[in-house]
């Protein structure tokens, strides 16, 4: 069967923190410490929280299906910058890596840019997440910048700002 990308819908929000938290336990795990693990799943993957979003007009939450299962995810955001879509969230489980489906993933916040009129595609990344930068830098994206946010409880994202180049050219 072929993948398929649809709108999140409220009864799916438990089924996405569900694999948030397969996801990010499995890979983050040499990335970041499992107290601030814990704590990024609480502060962005809580059902009801999901289940908040979606009714904002400003972010997309999207699921990415196989065989009518949820295997991945995205959600997209506007940012303070006018133009600029954030792609926040982008996670696909580990047995389902290396299958183009991150360009999917990708090419729908594309098309999510571009039916808003949006002008800029940015999101940011782990400075220690080797492989998803990696694959950042295949669809098309450059680190443009650092991103270091105190995240509370004593946590702090230090990530690298990625911007799509050549957007024109990243979904044709």
Same mark, same amino acid.
């Given at each position: ?25 499995? %890979? ?12 990024? /799943? ?13 009714? &904002?007009?400003? !972010?997309?939450?999207? @699921? ?20 600029? /879509? @954030?792609?926040?969230?982008?996670? !696909? ?5 290396? @299958? ?12 999510? /840019?571009?039916? &808003? ?20 830098? %295949? ?18 994202? &230090?990530?690298? /700002?990625?911007?799509?180049? @050549?957007? &024109?050219?990243?979904?044709?």
């Amino acid at each position: 069967m072929q993948p398929g990308i649809l709108p999140v819908t409220p009864p799916d929000a438990p089924i996405i923190a569900t694999l948030a938290e397969t996801i990010w336990r499995r %890979h983050y795990v040499d990335i970041i410490s499992a107290a601030q693990i814990d704590y990024m /799943l609480q502060q962005r993957y809580r059902p009801e929280l999901i289940g908040q979003q979606l009714s &904002n007009p400003d !972010i997309w939450w999207r @699921k990415l299906t196989l065989n009518g299962a949820i295997i991945g995810f995205s959600c997209c955001m506007r940012t303070r910058n006018p133009g600029e /879509l @954030k792609i926040d969230k982008l996670y !696909i489980h580990h047995d389902h890596h290396r @299958k183009g489906y991150g360009a999917l993933l990708v090419a729908d916040a594309i098309r999510i /840019l571009r039916e &808003n009129q949006l002008r800029s595609l940015i999101l940011t990344v782990n400075k220690n997440n080797r492989s998803a930068i990696s694959a950042y830098r %295949h669809y098309g994206f450059a680190i443009t910048g650092d991103s270091i946010v105190d995240i509370g409880n004593g946590f702090v994202m &230090n990530d690298y /700002l990625m911007t799509l180049e @050549k957007l &024109n050219r990243a979904a044709d």
